[in-house]
Nanobody, 116 residues
Framework: QVQLVESGGGLVQAGGSLRLSCAASGRTFSNSDMGWYRQAPGKGREFVASASRSGGSTYYAGSVKGRFTISRDNAKNTVYLQMNSLKPEDTAIYYC?????????WGQGSLVTVSS
């Protein structure tokens, strides 16, 4: 079974950048589509970005397209989310997600706070 641990969150000023990492344990990482979701205070969890098993296909929410980039390194069992031009409305807990046939796993979340 895959276990996910996020890192890289923190406090940044508007316009700044952060990179989140999600390290996966287990042997199913390369067989999993990987995604990032976020949950802002008082709101539901929403999709941010995803990458296919090979990383060849990526998808983004409209609100982050052009600013965020998802990538994965299957040799390191790690998926990344590079976040540029951050806005206060990007403030949220960011969750890593692994999806494979019959299995979905979530990380514990990493808090990103963007100050204006």
């Amino acid at each position: 079974q895959v276990q996910l641990v996020e890192s890289g969150g923190g406090l940044v000023q508007a316009g700044g950048s952060l990179r989140l990492s999600c390290a996966a344990s287990g042997r199913t990482f390369s067989n999993s589509d990987m995604g990032w979701y976020r949950q802002a205070p008082g709101k539901g969890r929403e999709f941010v970005a995803s990458a296919s098993r090979s990383g060849g296909s990526t998808y983004y929410a409209g609100s982050v397209k052009g600013r965020f980039t998802i990538s994965r390194d299957n040799a390191k069992n790690t998926v990344y989310l590079q976040m540029n031009s951050l806005k206060p409305e990007d403030t949220a807990i960011y969750y890593c997600n692994a999806l494979s046939p019959g299995l979905e796993v979530w990380g514990q979340g990493s808090l990103v706070t963007v100050s204006s």
